[in-house]
């Protein structure tokens, strides 16, 4: 195969943006390395959503954070920044309809749907309002769930996530639309396919999956119209270098009511959500940077929130 062709691969590993629990006995462990390992989860298990069986785990104490990954990933992904997260955070991770632990199922694959059902999740186990942070597919679902239900999202921190299919650099569609069942033979090497295998509750799904998310990629979709439904709090993350286009980057934060006009000197036009751009990072690498968490932090926790001139100076004294 040529270079190329992995290369279409490694972009669907980032893909877009676009009840009672089992035992987590019965749930396969995770592939992990000695310097990316997850710590044990409080609590973990499967969740029956919607049709699907849904796998969760929770970490640490705190205020709810619910962490949503990107597409051919699970929640292992995010074991770089995890552990900050959950310092003084509950962190709820899960994995998304076909990946990881969660089985793909025979149900079409829509983030329409995915959202819904992270909203069920969320009140299965026991929370009336959390805090979002999706990266790339799981920004897509994150972005879902606060437009459909925004009564359960406090605030919300999209990672590497647009808000239409138009906002990718041009060549990256063609590219997108290559990925199929196809690529499965190719991919046995891959870490996205040892990872998938070491968990998957149906390893034999995996070309189904790749064909899923093909066709998933192929769609075009543009949530323009939605962008306003958000009237939670929401930060914007993208790496200097990312899959999307600036000025689509610049368009959403614009839409969401950012980057209009001066802030006034006593910051009384500042919009309440914040824009992240991550100097040096991609699409493939700003989900597990430390700048992320460093950045996003500060905003779930409402430091970020919009204060007066005297408020601000008042701090530094």
């Known amino acids: 195969m040529s270079k190329t062709f992995f290369t279409i691969l490694a972009s669907a590993a980032a893909l877009l943006a676009s009840p009672g629990a089992t035992n987590a006995g019965e749930v396969k462990p995770a592939m992990t390395t000695a310097t990316n390992a997850l710590p044990k989860p409080e609590k973990s298990g499967l969740l029956p959503i919607n049709g699907l069986n849904y796998y969760y ?6 205020e709810p954070l619910l962490l949503l990954h990107g597409g051919l990933g699970s929640i292992d992904m995010f074991a770089p920044i995890l552990p900050k997260l959950a310092e003084n955070r509950t962190v709820i991770g899960v994995d998304l309809q076909g990946h990881g632990r969660t089985a793909l199922g025979d149900r079409p694959f829509t983030v329409e749907a995915i959202g819904d059902d992270i909203a069920d999740i969320v009140k299965a186990l026991g929370y009336d309002k959390v805090d979002v942070m999706g990266y790339s597919l799981g920004g897509g679902v994150a ?11 406090r605030r919300l921190v999209l990672v590497s996530t647009g808000y239409a299919t138009d906002g990718f650099y041009d060549e990256m569609r063609p590219q997108q639309a290559q990925v199929s069942a196809a690529a499965a033979a190719f991919m046995k ?7 998938y295998v070491a968990v998957a509750p149906h390893p034999e799904d995996f070309p189904k999956l790749l064909d899923t998310l093909g066709n998933f990629m192929r769609q075009n979709r ?3 119209a939605d962008v306003a439904k958000l009237k939670m709090p929401v930060m914007l993350a993208y790496g200097d270098s990312d899959m999307y286009k600036p000025e689509h980057e610049i368009k959403f934060y614009q839409m969401l009511g950012g980057g209009l006009k001066d802030a006034g000197w006593m910051r009384e036009n500042l919009s309440q959500n914040r824009l992240a751009i991550l100097p040096n990072r991609t699409h493939y690498d700003a989900f597990f940077a430390p700048e992320l968490t460093a950045a996003a932090l500060p905003f779930l926790n409402g430091e970020t929130k919009v204060k007066t001139w005297d408020e601000v100076v008042g701090e530094t004294e």
Request: glycine share 8%.
């Open 143 to 153: 972005f879902r769930m606060a437009v459909q239900h925004p009564e359960a999202v």
């Open 189 to 195: 090497d891959t870490p996205m396919y040892k990872s």
């Open 57 to 62: 785990a929770i970490y640490g104490k705190g």
């Open 222 to 224: 543009d949530y323009s």
